[in-house]
Every structure is written in structure tokens, then in C-alpha cells.
């Protein structure tokens, strides 16, 4: 089993990573959570692969549980679902020494971690992430989010996990557009400060999307490392970590566009592109980085492109931009990019020209 340590100021915490873990997971609750119940929050895909899994080793370790179900996708990411759901745990019964557990993907995460972190003003939370995205990005770090129509993930927390158990087999089950969109967010972290991890991706991305185990172990482990590194510099989001942010804030307004109906991945595929071409634009980039980076994405079969997210929209530019406004990064309106000087160094800037960020975006109209 690898064990990483996520080192914070205050509730620092540790990931596991082991195949078949939903023994250990039970285990470990008998032991440190003697006498407290478990609750889990999934959603009606990973349900059907691995809640019966989960809970009959919580039983043959005599530890009761309780689980809920919401809908697969964004949309459950929402104030409706997070009182529905807070409702029904409430009713059936829950005390401040029970443990949430999030069993599923990055929404189920966000989802739950939000919860958690209000719910009795407070209770302890165990992500079991079972996407790649969620593997290695979302359940490491503490941020937990619901979208607002106005915006993406604009109600939340910084809350953290107690711990992260994942078990890299439960990729077997992901359908294969969901593991892309996962790796669009692992190019990501090659792109803010790894050149050599970004090679090794492109050399050997057949054996990745092979789902050959070395390699996912190889990538879950350098990017949980990595966010693990900029966290404990940054636990709240002042400066460094913003760097996690490649990509985002286009990808956060496109996704608001497309009124969620679209993955988050694919989105943000889109969006480190476009910041990709910006830093091209004001001469941080080569053409030659642009290049490189649109053909590993291209051949990773992720978009590239504004109508390969969406066929029949007709996007328009100011609102893009508008909602780029809205995000979290944007200060009085100044929008807060993280643009890079070439593949595996990025960097933060403000002050971009509206007219320049509309050129950019324009060029991925076709
Ligand atoms: N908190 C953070 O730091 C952070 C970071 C990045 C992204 N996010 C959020 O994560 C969300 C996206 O997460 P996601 O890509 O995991 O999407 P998701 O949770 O919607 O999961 C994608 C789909 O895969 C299904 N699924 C999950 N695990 C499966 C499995 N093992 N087998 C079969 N099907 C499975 C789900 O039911 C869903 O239909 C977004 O809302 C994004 O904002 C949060």
C-alpha cells in the first residue's frame, strides 16, 4: 500500500492508495472510529459497482452504516440536492461522531465535503474517490463547492478530509470519456511545473488509457505528490496554489455556458489550451509549446475546440467573458490567469487586455 501525507498547519491527513481497499476502509473505521456509524453519500452509478462492496465489509467489521443516493452529474452539485440530502441524513439520524463518506466521483466529493463541513456545524469526512479526476485532483486538498447559476462551485468550504482511500481498480468500471476527462486535469499538473512528467505522458499514453497499473500508479502518485507540495504551501488559496487553477477559469465559464451539460475535464482541456494560446499571445509561449500540447491533447482524443464540447451552441464572447468575471479569481473584475512561460512553467498574471483575451478565445470558435 503507498501511504502520502498531506502536511497542513492543523489537520494534516494521510491518501492510501491500495487495490481492493473497501476492506481496509472498514478496518480502519473499527479502529478509529469505534461505536460510530457511517454514512455514505454515492450516486446511482457508483452505487451500482461498489456500494454492496463497501458495506458488506463495514458489516463483517460490525460497523453500521447508512448510505444515500443522488443523481450522477453536475446537476447534483446544487443547493436542491444538498437539502434534500441533508434532510433525509437528518431524519433518519446523525451525530457529530458519525463519519460522512463521499463514494464516488469529483461531485460526489464536492458534494459531500460541503455537507460535511455544515451539517452539526461540522463532521468528520472520508473521500473514497472512484474517478481519475477525483483520484488525482479533487479529494486531496480540502475544497469543497455547490454551483450556483450564476457560477460554478461559488458556495463552499476549505474543509478537509480525514483521510483519502483509493483504490486505482475502480477505473476498470469508468466509462472510457470520464477517464479522459480525468486526464485532462493530470496534463495539468504537467503543464504548471513538469516538462519531464509531461513527456513521459505523451511517450506513453497508450499504456495509460491501456489502464496498464504501473502507470496509473505512477500518474495518481505524481500529481496527489504535487498538490500535496502546493497545498501545504497554500492551504487557502492566497497565492501558490492558484497555479492548480491552469485552465479554469475559462474552463469554469464554458461550463456555465453550457449549463453543466458538459465534464468538467473537457472543459479544462479547452481551458489550458486557451491559456496556452494567451501566453503564446503576449510571448511567454512558443508556437512550438502550443503545438506540442494541442497534439497530445488532440491525440488523447480530449477537445480542442468550442464545438467539439457543444455542436449546437452559438457561443458568445462577452458572455464568456462575463462569466470569467464572476469567478472566484477575478478581483473587481480583474480576471487572475495562470498562463505558463512554455510546457511546465507556470505562472500567475493580471492585467490581461479584454481585446486580446477575445482573439484568443475567437480562435477556437473552428
Ligand atoms: N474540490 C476540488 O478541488 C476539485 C478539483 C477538480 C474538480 N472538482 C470538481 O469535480 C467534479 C468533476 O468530477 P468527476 O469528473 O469525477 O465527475 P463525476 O463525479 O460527475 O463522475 C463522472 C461520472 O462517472 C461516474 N462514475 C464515477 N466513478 C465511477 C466508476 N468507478 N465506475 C463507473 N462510473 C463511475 C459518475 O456516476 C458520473 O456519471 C466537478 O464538479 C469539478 O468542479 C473539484
Redesign the pocket.
Known amino acids: 500500500m503507498i501511504k502520502i501525507r498531506i502536511d497542513l498547519a492543523k489537520n494534516s491527513y494521510y491518501i492510501f492508495l491500495k487495490n481492493n481497499i473497501f476492506n481496509y476502509v472498514a478496518k480502519c473505521h473499527k479502529k478509529n472510529y469505534p461505536g460510530c456509524r457511517a454514512i455514505i453519500i454515492t ?4 452505487k ?3 456500494l454492496t462492496s463497501f458495506t458488506n465489509n463495514l458489516s463483517k467489521n460490525n460497523v453500521k452504516f447508512n448510505s444515500y443516493c443522488v443523481f ?3 446537476k ?2 446544487s443547493f436542491h440536492s444538498l437539502e434534500n440530502l441533508t434532510d433525509k441524513i437528518i431524519k433518519k439520524g446523525v451525530n457529530r461522531n458519525d463519519v460522512i463518506y463521499a463514494l ?7 458534494l459531500a ?1 460541503f455537507l460535511s463541513s455544515i451539517l452539526l456545524r461540522g463532521i468528520k469526512f472520508i473521500q473514497i ?6 483520484q488525482v ?9 455547490i ?1 450556483t447559476k450564476i457560477g ?2 461559488l458556495v ?1 468550504t476549505f474543509f478537509q478530509p480525514s483521510a483519502v482511500f483509493i483504490d486505482p481498480n ?6 472510457k470519456k ?1 477517464f479522459l ?2 486526464y485532462a ?1 493530470v496534463v495539468k499538473y504537467s503543464i504548471i511545473d513538469d516538462k519531464l512528467f509531461f513527456n513521459w505522458l505523451n511517450k506513453n499514453s497508450k499504456d495509460t488509457f491501456n489502464l496498464k497499473s504501473e502507470n496509473i500508479y505512477k500518474i495518481i502518485t505524481t500529481c496527489i505528490k504535487k498538490k500535496a507540495k502546493i497545498v501545504k504551501l497554500d492551504e487557502k488559496e492566497k497565492k501558490t496554489r492558484m497555479l ?1 487553477n491552469l485552465g ?1 477559469t475559462f474552463a ?1 465559464a464554458l ?1 456555465n455556458e453550457l449549463n ?1 451539460k458538459v ?3 473537457e472543459a ?1 482541456s479547452v481551458g489550458i489550451l486557451m491559456a496556452m494560446k494567451l501566453s503564446q499571445k503576449l510571448g511567454y509561449a512558443k508556437k512550438e509549446d502550443y503545438y506540442v500540447l494541442e497534439n497530445h491533447l488532440k491525440s488523447s482524443k480530449l477537445p480542442i475546440k468550442l464545438k467539439q464540447l457543444s455542436n449546437n451552441k452559438n457561443w458568445q464572447i462577452k458572455s464568456i467573458i462575463n462569466k470569467m468575471q464572476t469567478d472566484k479569481k477575478s478581483y473587481k473584475g480583474n480576471i487572475q490567469f495562470i498562463l505558463c512561460k512554455g510546457i511546465g512553467a507556470a505562472f500567475i498574471k493580471k492585467d490581461i487586455d479584454t481585446n486580446l483575451l477575445k482573439k484568443t478565445i475567437e480562435e477556437f470558435y473552428i
Open positions: 450516486d446511482n452509478n457508483v451500482k459497482f461498489y450522477p452529474g453536475e447534483s452539485k464516488g466521483g469529483g461531485v460526489i466529493g464536492d465535503g474517490p472512484t474517478t481519475l479526476l477525483s485532483d479533487s479529494s486531496v486538498g480540502g475544497k469543497t463547492a454551483n460554478k462551485n463552499g475502480t477505473l476498470i468500471t469508468l466509462p470520464e476527462a480525468g486535469e492548480l479554469h469554469h461550463e453543466y465534464r468538467h475535464g479544462v
